[in-house]
């Protein structure tokens, strides 16, 4: 007779690799790298310094 399974470590396993499957894909589609990242972050800071330059006292 062989050993009892447990289900509910079974159903969390296939979960758990279900969840790691998407987040690898998602990471192929989506990732940027550190300097893209950077790149997007300063572009915003000097568009949001202009606007604010560009504002008149009333």
Do not use: I
């Amino acid at each position: 007779m062989s050993a009892p399974v447990n289900l509910n470590k079974l159903r969390k396993e296939r979960d758990r690799a279900a969840r790691k499957a998407r987040a690898d894909e998602n990471s192929v589609q989506f990732d940027q790298t550190k300097a893209q990242k950077d790149a997007l972050k300063q572009r915003a800071e000097r568009a949001v310094r202009m606007l604010d330059a560009h504002k008149r006292e009333t």
